[in-house]
C-alpha cells in the first residue's frame, strides 16, 4: 500500500471533528469520497499527484478517520462542512473533485455557494438523480441514470442495518468493483466502508438518493471534467446527459478492460491521474 500522510482535524460549526489527508504544493486538488467511502482511498491520487499539486481528501462525518455524531448525515449538512472545511484552510481556486456521493455533495455547494473558492469541477462517476418519481419517462430515467428505483432503495436502506450489515455491504461493494484489483484491495475498501456505522449510512443512502441536481447542472459555468466507466454500476448515458448541458464540459469514458468501473481512480489510476493533471494545468 501506498503511504498515506498523517490525518488533520478540524471542528465544524456543530462541534464535529472532521478529518483530512494533506499533501503536496501548487494548485489545490481537494478531493470529496463517495458515500460510506474515505478520504484513504485517494492513496493513488497522493502517491501520483502530490509532487505537482497540493492534494487534499476530507473524510466525511461518519466516515473514515472523522467522527460519528448520532447527526448530520445530509447532503446539505455534508456541503455545508466542505464550505467551512475550505474557510478553515483558507483555500482559493480549486479544484474539486467529487467522487459518487462526493459529486453530490459538490453539487450542494455549487447550489448554496455558487462558484466561490472554486476554479473547475471533477464530476467522477455519479447521476443526477439516484431515485426519480414514478410519472418520470423512460427517457429521463436514462438521462438522470437512475439506480434505485423506490422499491429498490428501500430493500437497500433496511440491508444495511439488518439482517447482516456486513455482508450486505460486502456486496454492494463487489459490485462497484472488479476482478482486476486484488483481493487484499477488495478488502481494504470493504474495512474503509464499515468505518461509517451501517445505521448511518442507512440514514444517508436515503437522504442522498432523494436529491435532483438536474436543474443544477445548466448553471455551472466552471470548467468541467466528467469522468465514467462503460461497465460502471453508474450508466454512462447519464454522464453523457450530464455532459450535454454543461456548456464547454469534457466527457472521459474508460473502457471495461481500462479501468472502466465505478472506482476509475483504483482501477487505472494511471490514466485517472493523468486526465486530472492534464484539466487542471490546461484548463
Given at each position: 500500500?501506498?503511504?498515506?500522510?498523517?490525518?488533520?482535524?478540524?471542528?465544524?460549526?456543530?462541534?464535529?471533528?472532521?478529518?483530512?489527508?494533506?499533501?503536496?504544493?501548487?494548485?489545490?486538488?481537494?478531493?470529496?469520497?463517495?458515500?460510506?467511502?474515505?478520504?484513504?482511498?485517494?492513496?493513488?491520487?497522493?502517491?501520483?499527484?502530490?509532487?505537482?499539486?497540493?492534494?487534499?481528501?476530507?473524510?466525511?462525518?461518519?466516515?473514515?478517520?472523522?467522527?460519528?455524531?448520532?447527526?448530520?448525515?445530509?447532503?446539505?449538512?455534508?456541503?455545508?462542512?466542505?464550505?467551512?472545511?475550505?474557510?478553515?484552510?483558507?483555500?482559493?481556486?480549486?479544484?474539486?473533485?467529487?467522487?459518487?456521493?462526493?459529486?453530490?455533495?459538490?453539487?450542494?455547494?455549487?447550489?448554496?455557494?455558487?462558484?466561490?473558492?472554486?476554479?473547475?469541477?471533477?464530476?467522477?462517476?455519479?447521476?443526477?438523480?439516484?431515485?426519480?418519481k414514478g410519472?418520470?419517462?423512460?427517457?429521463?430515467?436514462?438521462?438522470?441514470?437512475?439506480?434505485?428505483?423506490?422499491?429498490?432503495?428501500?430493500?437497500?436502506?433496511?440491508?444495511?442495518?439488518?439482517?447482516?450489515?456486513?455482508?450486505?455491504?460486502?456486496?454492494?461493494?463487489?459490485?462497484?468493483?472488479?476482478?482486476?484489483?486484488?483481493?487484499?484491495?477488495?478488502?481494504?475498501?470493504?474495512?474503509?466502508?464499515?468505518?461509517?456505522?451501517?445505521?448511518?449510512?442507512?440514514?444517508?443512502?436515503?437522504?442522498?438518493?432523494?436529491?435532483?441536481?438536474?436543474?443544477?447542472?445548466?448553471?455551472?459555468?466552471?470548467?468541467?471534467?466528467?469522468?465514467?466507466?462503460?461497465?460502471?454500476?453508474?450508466?454512462?448515458?447519464?454522464?453523457?446527459?450530464?455532459?450535454?448541458?454543461i456548456t464547454g464540459?469534457?466527457?472521459?469514458?474508460?473502457?471495461?478492460?481500462?479501468?472502466?468501473?465505478?472506482?476509475?481512480?483504483?482501477?487505472?489510476?494511471?490514466?485517472?491521474?493523468?486526465?486530472?493533471?492534464?484539466?487542471?494545468?490546461?484548463?
Open positions: 500500500m501506498n503511504t498515506l500522510p498523517d490525518h488533520s482535524s478540524f471542528k465544524t460549526s456543530d462541534g464535529v471533528e472532521l478529518a483530512w489527508l494533506e499533501s503536496g504544493s501548487g494548485p489545490t486538488l481537494l478531493m470529496l469520497p463517495g458515500w460510506s467511502q474515505s478520504a484513504a482511498m485517494f492513496r493513488e491520487q497522493f502517491a501520483g499527484l502530490s509532487d505537482r499539486f497540493h492534494c487534499i481528501a476530507l473524510d466525511h462525518r461518519g466516515h473514515g478517520e472523522s467522527e460519528r455524531p448520532d447527526h448530520g448525515y445530509r447532503i446539505s449538512r455534508l456541503a455545508c462542512d466542505v464550505r467551512e472545511f475550505i474557510e478553515f484552510r483558507g483555500l482559493r481556486d480549486i479544484t474539486m473533485l467529487g467522487h459518487s456521493m462526493g459529486a453530490s455533495v459538490m453539487w450542494g455547494y455549487w447550489d448554496s455557494y455558487g462558484g466561490d473558492r472554486l476554479a473547475r469541477l471533477v464530476i467522477d462517476d455519479e447521476p443526477s438523480v439516484l431515485t426519480l410519472t418520470e419517462s423512460k427517457q429521463a430515467a436514462t438521462d438522470a441514470g437512475e439506480i434505485f428505483p423506490w422499491t429498490t432503495l428501500v430493500e437497500t436502506c433496511d440491508g444495511l442495518v439488518a439482517p447482516d450489515p456486513i455482508g450486505f455491504t460486502r456486496g454492494m461493494i463487489e459490485n462497484m468493483l472488479s476482478d482486476q484489483l486484488s483481493a487484499d484491495i477488495h478488502e481494504w475498501i470493504l474495512a474503509e466502508n464499515l468505518k461509517f456505522p451501517r445505521k448511518h449510512a442507512a440514514t444517508l443512502l436515503f437522504n442522498h438518493s432523494l436529491q435532483d441536481w438536474r436543474d443544477v447542472m445548466p448553471r455551472i459555468d466552471l470548467p468541467t471534467l466528467i469522468i465514467t466507466g462503460k461497465a460502471s454500476v453508474v450508466p454512462w448515458r447519464s454522464q453523457a446527459w450530464i455532459h450535454s448541458v464540459s469534457r466527457l472521459e469514458i474508460f473502457e471495461e478492460k481500462r479501468g472502466g468501473h465505478h472506482f476509475a481512480f483504483l482501477e487505472n489510476p494511471v490514466r485517472f491521474n493523468k486526465l486530472i493533471a492534464e484539466f487542471i494545468s490546461q484548463s
